[in-house]
């Protein structure tokens, strides 16, 4: 049978009943011998997913190890192992795995069929020994097959064989090794290549010279300037090690001991991660050591305070990591977490603030313990009144840092101190509490404390109103604070104001508020939601003679609505239930409040739906709405101003509409819900707000609600005498699809991206039963672009629609030629989600991705050279963008990249879009890596060095590209050919070139630029560029690099280091750090440089306190918080030029300025402590 001569379905259809009718003759897999077919990895029947591995390879493997000597002949190994080599580097991983075990299979049926084996290796061994270490495909697939083979062959069948003499490989090739470490980076090839390293090292333990290879691979990897190779070792290597004891061993006693030195900040962070991994696993070979005995305190201490936050982070976790929970801390150690916390207390990374609360629960946790047995052994030495001081002065510092001018990061990490504190109560046993009397006195909470703690309900962000209110409501602190000193009256009533008021942070202030006094005083929880109710019901009366009252004092609906909900959300399960409460209960929730809220839906839904995306109102709709009645009656404030008070309220009543039914959803049974008529009523609500609704607020917050809805209806299993229809979403999933197949769109908005309508799908699609069989979803994939774009980007659903993802990308390419604008942008928001699913954060071989997307090859090229013939250039940028996720393969195969470089070039040429010719630049940088010299022709790289020579703009766009991998090689050549640009160029383009020219400057050593280019330079900014009109940052940049300090302006340089632009930010510092680096030390430039410690981006802060530090000699590297202390304690003068001086807040405002710099502080918080740390460490020198 003969496989093309049938269709794909017909013929691996056949073939799979040829195989399992007639399993028993082996001609029945002849067709293996012949060439490779790629349709065998398709659905061959409804038995097997994939033809080639569930069917053939499963029968052929079963049916040898039964009979080897009448079904494996040579041939059919060779067939096998030919299917193997060609899809074990597939792009999917379950076929990558299978290969490999029947890799293992074959090795163990050839082993058990082979009498040549059994004396010497036949030749079919190795020529499979050679194809696995000779081979040039890096791939998981090649790395695990080496590993089966080594095992099964000369560890196991060898060793029981007792065969001794034979010419195999006993040891992986040393170039193996190191192209598996080279993999570590690779996320599809990292996991093959470790569990290839490990292999290696753990049966190589005593061979010297190869320990010897795997150290300096791994020293070189954490020593690396690259993030991700320092983290392939540390995250993914270094824990696979610890699955083996002799290589935890490994750790301790040998590498360890090779990192020499702390040179640089590479070197100390290899030595902290090391010890990191050995003081976590020691446990597991009986090793009982401190971090004292495997690191030096000076390193320790380096890594504390040092400027880079990841190896603060690797310093933290070796001093709060030991297994050993019941030791106790010493003095010194408590010492040394002080002044951790100290200098990280306000880190801005959400990730690394978690990390190190997690250490500090950690010790925490060693604190409780150590008490304990402390308490029963006894305490001779002190610690517990260490431990004591410990927790006072942590409950000091997070009271006094809850102050407005303290920055979110610093507040966040106070309150989540004091949750473990008072909430969870880590540091004590919760049954005897022998620890916590000892210590509640001292951390018992003052009126100064309370008064800060609750003065955290008015913090402008959320996330600390919600940890303030969880402290707050803990049981633990009603015994700890002085409530009965606390005028809760007063409270009350500052609550009710605030609910009252029209600024938009009073509305989720008042919020939380409110569930603080309902949770300490329960009965006043329906008295309450009547209060609001019926406020609520004058003001939609009020608002339905007119619509404009909704954006006044007396008329606003927004904050009165998140009060009712919070209310709801503080009504307790059982008082729905209970016979006394549940009548009174159930007449205010499921019938007057669901009427009140239809109403004011029917009242704002008309402006919210007449909303863009973005919130604004349309002309003609706010000329009708604000008329000049308007005007009369809100004569002292101007009609825009007031038309976005108008939107504003219409939208936020809108939202507390939604979530009060989500609320209502979760509190109350399905059963009751539907007596009521609820569920109709809510999913015509949600329905109509999903499909009508432009607004993405409006239709984003309705998705929950709706999610909640449909989990609640696919899910119920309920009684028939409620009657209530199941198949509801699915009814709501036919409605769209009639629609959108029937042409009638009149209840679809226009707004882009089909505004909520891929939400509704994707909402019924989730929580749609898997006794279906995914019934619903099959029927919705070929209707709609931006449906597919939902779908494809909600990670719920990813594994049921992976087996559409090249027949998507393919209807997406097609559809970029469309003379449509709207179908044109629906697929480039579905190309963007595609580019993601198929590439993630990491380029891709061409082998790879061209052998799952066959057609992508094909129809890139005629893209390409369609574009080229003048057709549309929206149609190339998928094949454009594409090409720049690729990188040439080694593998030999006719799909090369060399003949997208002519095509790419021409686009660069002439595409009238600018962002198409950088695109097409950027294309040509990643395709020519390998291509350019090893497939074109002399007269071809002749062409193309014209080409490029002959456009002048093409040349700033590619040495742009150029220079963002390598400054240092093309300097020289970047300067000459600037000086003749220049020349001729206009003002804008000489503001691109200088941009080009200082981020060289700034980058190469100045040593190595010549005299003669200085020269040039020079005179050039004093004789061309002096006069006002091309004064622009890039000159003056200039200026204080190659002129003297006459030519400077220190006010300009400052005044860049403050803007909001980042880029403005960054030119600023790169200047000061070629100057500093160069020995210029002015105060006015360290004043400059300081502004830089509380800039908003983490990498400014790091870059600045490393740059002081050097430029002041300091013993250590510290960190920006230290290096701000250390500079303002010396030059108190500095304080008020280099603080930010916050704004007053204007309580009148309804929309809340936003603060240009997040992270600055009214003062330098913590600045009393640098004394103590400076005394207790000694990191700074006597001559500062």
Not at 206 to 230: A, G, P, Q, V, Y
Not at 483 to 505: G, Y
Not at 772 to 778: A, D, G, I, T, V
């Amino acid at each position: 049978m003969e496989p093309g001569n049938l269709s794909v379905s017909k013929e691996i259809g056949d073939l799979c009943k040829l195989l399992n009718d007639k399993g028993s003759l082996p001609e029945s897999f002849g067709f293996l011998l012949k060439k490779t077919n790629s349709n065998w990895l398709r659905r061959c029947c409804n038995d097997h997913e994939c033809f080639i591995v569930d069917c053939c390879l499963k029968n052929l493997l079963n049916l040898a190890s039964d009979d080897t000597s009448k079904w494996l002949l040579l041939e059919f190994q060779e067939s096998v192992l030919n299917v193997i080599y060609n899809f074990w580097d597939y792009t999917l991983e379950a076929i990558c795995y299978i290969c490999v075990h029947a890799f293992g299979s074959l090795m163990t049926i050839h082993q058990l069929s082979c009498d040549t084996c059994r004396i010497n290796p036949c030749q079919w061994i190795l020529g499979v020994e050679k194809l696995l270490f000779e081979s040039s495909q890096h791939c998981s697939g090649r790395f695990r097959c080496i590993v089966r083979y080594l095992f099964f062959i000369l560890l196991k069948i060898f060793q029981l064989l007792f065969v001794k003499n034979f010419g195999f490989v006993k040891q992986i090739p040393a170039h193996i090794i190191v192209e598996a470490y080279n993999c570590l980076v690779i996320w599809s090839h990292n996991a093959a290549a470790k569990e290839l390293i490990v292999f290696d090292l753990v049966n190589s333990l005593s061979d010297l010279d190869r320990c010897n290879l795997h150290k300096c691979n791994i020293l070189e990897k954490l020593k690396s300037e690259d993030e991700s190779s320092r983290l392939s070792v540390v995250e993914r290597l270094l824990p696979a090690f610890c699955t083996e004891k002799q290589l935890i061993d490994w750790i301790g006693t040998d590498l360890i001991t090779s990192v020499s030195g702390h040179s640089n900040e590479y070197d100390l962070y290899a030595m902290l991660s090391l010890a990191k991994i050995y003081l976590l696993n020691q446990n597991k070979i009986g090793g009982h050591k401190s971090w004292q005995d495997v690191i030096e305190r000076d390193r320790i201490v380096h890594g504390l305070v040092h400027s880079k936050s990841y190896i603060r982070l690797s310093a933290w976790m070796v001093l709060t990591e030991d297994r050993r929970m019941s030791k106790f801390f010493s003095k010194e150690e408590l010492g040394l977490i002080k002044v951790f916390l100290l200098a990280s207390f306000a880190e801005q990374s959400p990730a690394l603030r978690q990390k190190i609360l997690a250490g500090l629960k950690k010790v925490f946790i060693r604190i409780h313990q150590s008490a304990f047995v402390l308490k029963k052994s006894g305490d001779s030495v002190g610690i517990l009144k260490f431990y004591e001081d410990f927790i006072y002065w942590l409950k000091k510092i997070c009271f006094n840092w809850l102050e407005k001018g303290a920055n979110f990061n610093r507040r966040l990490m106070a309150l989540s101190v004091l949750q473990y504190i008072y909430v969870e109560r880590l540091f004590c046993d919760h049954i005897t509490e022998c620890f916590f009397n000892r210590v509640k006195e001292r951390i018992r909470l003052t009126d100064e404390d309370l008064c800060n703690l609750v003065g955290c309900f008015d913090d402008s962000y959320q996330l600390c109103q919600l940890h303030a209110c969880k402290i707050l409501a803990a049981p633990d602190l009603q015994l700890l604070a002085p409530f009965n000193l606390f005028d809760f009256e007063m409270f009350f009533t500052e609550t009710f104001n605030k609910i009252l008021s029209l600024r938009s942070l009073d509305t989720e202030a008042s919020g939380n508020r409110l569930k603080f006094y309902l949770l300490r005083f329960p009965s006043r929880i329906l008295e309450n939601f009547d209060t609001l109710f019926n406020i609520c019901k004058k003001r939609v009366e009020l608002i339905s003679e007119s619509l404009l009252a909704v954006a006044t004092e007396n008329g606003f609906l927004h904050s009165i609505l998140n009060s009712i909900k919070i209310t709801l959300l503080c009504v307790a399960a059982d008082d729905l239930l209970s016979t006394e409460l549940s009548a009174e209960w159930e007449h205010r929730l499921l019938h007057n409040l669901p009427q009140l809220c239809f109403k004011v839906a029917d009242l704002v839904s008309p402006i919210v739906q007449a909303l863009s995306p973005e919130g604004y109102l349309s002309e003609g709709t706010a000329a009708s709405v604000v008329s000049g009645t308007a005007e009369k009656e809100h004569g002292n404030i101007q009609k825009s101003e007031f038309t976005q008070f108008f939107v504003a309220c219409c939208w936020r009543a809108h939202k507390g509409i939604t979530e009060i039914f989500y609320t209502l959803l979760k509190k109350y049974p399905l059963e009751k819900l539907n007596q009521c008529g609820f569920i109709d009523k809510v999913g015509k609500f949600y329905q109509e707000q999903l499909t009508i609704c432009r607004h993405c607020g409006a239709f984003g917050c309705a998705v929950n609600s709706f999610e909640e809805l449909c989990g609640i209806l696919w899910s119920s299993s309920l009684n028939s005498r409620y009657c209530v229809d199941l198949s509801i979403p699915d009814g709501w999933l036919q409605e769209v699809l009639d629609s959108i197949q029937s042409g009638e769109h009149g209840n679809f908005c226009s707004a882009r991206r089909s505004a909520g309508l891929p939400y509704l799908v994707c909402s019924i699609l989730c929580y749609e039963p898997d006794d279906r069989n995914c019934y619903s979803l099959k029927r919705t994939l070929v209707h709609c672009v931006n449906i597919l774009r939902k779908l494809f980007a909600d990670s719920r659903l990813s594994e049921k629609i992976s087996w559409a993802l090249e027949e998507a990308l393919h209807l997406c390419i097609k559809f970029y030629a469309s003379p449509h604008w709207t179908l044109r942008n629906a697929c480039a928001q579905l190309f963007a989600v595609l580019i993601n699913q198929i590439f993630g954060s990491f380029l891709k071989s061409i082998f790879c991705v061209f052998l799952r997307f066959s057609f992508m090859d094909v129809l890139m090229f005629q893209q390409l050279l369609a574009s080229c013939s003048g057709k549309s250039d929206f149609e190339v940028f998928p094949a454009l963008t594409l090409l720049t996720h690729l990188y040439p393969s080694s593998l030999s195969n006719s799909n090369l990249l060399s003949k997208y470089i002519f095509p790419t070039l021409r686009l660069a040429l002439k595409c009238k879009s600018e962002k198409l010719r950088r695109l097409s630049v950027a294309a040509l940088v990643s395709i020519c890596e390998l291509q350019l010299t090893t497939s074109s022709t002399e007269y071809e790289l002749v062409e193309f060095k014209f080409l490029l020579e002959s456009d002048r703009f093409l040349h700033y766009l590619l040495w742009n590209e150029l220079l963002e991998n390598d400054h240092k090689t093309y300097s020289e050549e970047l300067f000459v050919m600037a000086f003749e640009d220049m020349n001729w160029c206009d003002e804008l383009t000489i503001a691109k070139i200088l941009n080009v020219m200082v981020n060289i400057i700034t980058e190469v050593d100045f040593c190595n630029i010549s005299n003669e280019i200085k020269k040039k330079l020079k005179d050039y900014l004093i004789n061309n560029l002096s006069n006002s009109r091309c004064e622009n940052d890039y000159v003056y940049a200039l200026r204080f690099i190659f002129l003297d300090k006459s030519y400077w302006n220190i006010e300009r340089l400052r005044e860049c280091a403050r803007r909001e632009d980042v880029n403005a930010r960054q030119l600023a510092f790169s200047i000061l750090r070629h100057l500093l680096n160069r020995g210029v030390t002015t105060q006015d430039l360290i004043e400059v440089c300081c502004l830089f410690l509380q800039d908003d981006e983490a990498v400014m802060r790091e870059e600045a306190s490393l740059l002081l530090s050097r430029s002041l000699h300091l013993k250590f590297e510290l960190c920006p918080q230290l290096i701000l202390w250390l500079i303002l304690t010396r030059f108190p003068s500095l304080s008020k030029k280099v603080v930010e001086v916050l704004p007053s807040e204007k309580s009148g405002n309804f929309f809340d300025p936003c603060a240009e710099n997040v992270y600055a502080e009214s003062r330098a918080y913590g600045m009393e402590y640098f004394t103590d740390i400076d005394e207790f460490l000694g990191i700074i020198n006597n001559s500062f």
